[in-house]
């Protein structure tokens, strides 16, 4: 299942922010923005940012997290996240050679389903590395033929030919990633991925997350997670009806981070 890693992130975020909050509301000079900035103040800034809606502060602090054993389907979901870099282990020049794969829960759970999913991964690998071999056969004659040395032929013509045998992997194919986001934007990664009714793989991987960045900057992430751990619900018909349920959960990521 996915593993989330914070790799890293801005030292001391929250003051960070709280020191680009000062400057909006003090006639502080950029020398003097960090004198007297203590614990106490810094956490003043970042509460009244949050009561305020004041959110541009909080794009100077930024986390960079590595993902892994997740899937491709995963990053079509977590790339819809704009506001965010992303750098995606590559199927055009890393051969998929018995290629792991991400496995819904409810699949799991059925004996009969499961079978016939891991039927049809094994059928993917096989096709995948049918097709690769006979392309890369194709490409290396070619480009032998106009001249290139074998070796340097066997190894354009290996990228050449996993670059179109990959459009038979699944969706479920495993993939890593290295992902940064500023607080802003996690804030908003976190309203959305957290809820119920996201996903089921890209909610462990935002509660995975949430946990990680709340344990290096509380005060910032305090009021981190889907609407209903402030306020109501904003799903409407479409609510999942356990707001108390995933307050709770929301609240058991955040301390344990802090323990």
Wanted: proline share 5%; with cysteine; glycine share 4%.
């Amino acid at each position: 299942m996915a593993n989330v890693t914070l790799i890293t992130y801005t030292p001391n975020p929250e003051r960070t922010v709280a020191a680009a909050a000062k400057l909006c509301y003090s006639p502080a000079s950029i020398d003097d923005l960090l004198d007297n900035l203590t614990e106490e103040k810094t956490a003043g800034f970042v509460e009244m940012l949050a009561e305020i809606g004041h959110e541009s502060p909080i794009e100077h602090a930024s986390f960079t997290f590595g993902i892994e054993g997740v899937s491709r389907s995963l990053l079509a979901q977590i790339t819809r996240h704009r506001i965010a870099s992303y750098s995606v282990q590559s199927q055009r020049y890393v051969r998929e050679r018995q290629f792991t794969y991400v496995t819904p829960p409810e699949i799991v759970s059925v004996p009969q389903a499961r079978e016939e999913f891991e039927k049809a991964m094994r059928a993917a690998q096989e096709s995948y590395d049918r097709i690769a071999e006979i392309l890369r056969d194709k490409h290396t004659r070619t480009l032998t033929a106009q001249g290139k040395e074998e070796k340097t032929a066997a190894r354009l013509a290996e990228k050449q030919a996993i670059e179109d045998a990959r459009f038979v992997l699944p969706n479920a194919c495993d993939t890593k990633m290295v992902v940064t986001m500023n607080a802003r934007s996690l804030l908003n990664f976190f309203r959305h991925r957290c809820c119920n009714r996201a996903q089921w793989e890209i909610r462990d991987v935002a509660d995975q997350m949430l946990a990680l960045v709340s344990a290096v900057a509380p005060a910032l992430f305090s009021k981190a997670g889907p609407p209903c751990v402030r306020g109501a619900c904003t799903e409407g018909k479409m609510s999942c009806g356990k707001p108390q349920e995933t307050r709770e959960l929301i609240e058991r990521l955040k301390q344990g981070a802090a323990e």
